[in-house]
């Protein structure tokens, strides 16, 4: 099966002043963290991982990041 892209949504949490993270397309995904920009790496690790333990499946070719700033958590 070749790779496929993943989408996830980042949501402003103006409380705690991060961006939440969950998938419906990667089961068990939460992250956070102050910016976009650091939720890259994370997001890098935890997605393959989450999908070999859910899917079997382990290759990403794409991780889409779609922040909703007008939700807060």
């Not at 419906?24 to 989450?50: H, R």
Request: a negative charge; aromatic letters at 4%.
């Amino acid at each position: 099966m070749p790779p496929k892209g993943v989408g996830v949504q980042a949501t402003w949490d103006d409380d705690a002043k991060v961006w939440v993270v969950e998938s419906d397309d990667v089961p068990g995904l939460v992250a956070e963290a102050a910016s976009l920009d650091a939720l890259a790496p994370t997001l890098d690790a935890l997605i393959p991982e989450l999908l070999f333990d859910n899917r079997g499946e382990s290759q990403v070719s794409d991780i889409q990041t779609i922040p909703n700033p007008e939700a807060t958590t």
